[in-house]
């Protein structure tokens, strides 16, 4: 894994296959992203946060896993994109403890960058109110704790994926 890429591609659908996925994929064809680092977290190693708050003294997590290869592509890579399928209305527990291990980022308040963007890419299998609303809270707080923009225009949101997919254009 190079620690430096421009883009970092989160997959936060366990599926290989996965319809949130291939959002993020199109959206990489489409704009002809190169120096992409591919993360299907589903096969890295990252523990749930135990709320320890070590890292609000040191800066750092006490918990040696995978998600230390993650940290410095966090908060380098200009581009981050996110693509994730609704969960119980929220996110899939892979990519959440991935946010959740990103505490000491929130402690040493890395500050914004204009210049990094992050977008995301949802998709539910069905339709109802606030159906993405949970997600994008969580996905909005994610980035400014990284020091990354949220790309609103850019992100796409997808319901009824498991019967027909629409696309949601709603303003959030
Ligand atoms: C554990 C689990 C929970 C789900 N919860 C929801 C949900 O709360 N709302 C919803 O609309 N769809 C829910 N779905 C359906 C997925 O969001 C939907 O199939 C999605 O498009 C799958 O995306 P993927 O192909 O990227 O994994 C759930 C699916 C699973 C497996």
Redesign the pocket.
Known sequence: MTQNSRVLALY????R??????LLENYIKKHQLNDVTYCFIKDYSILPCTGCNSCKKTGSCVIKDDMQKLYTLLTTSSLILT????????L?SQLKALIDRCQPLFWKQVANDPLRHGVLFL??????SA?FSSSITTIRHFYKTIGVSFDRQNSQF??N??TK?EKFSSFI
């Open positions: 936060g659908s366990p599926r296959e996965s319809f949130s996925g291939s693509s994730a399928p609704v969960y119980f209305s929220s899939p998709s539910a299998g069905s339709f109802y159906i997808y319901y994926t498991d997919a």
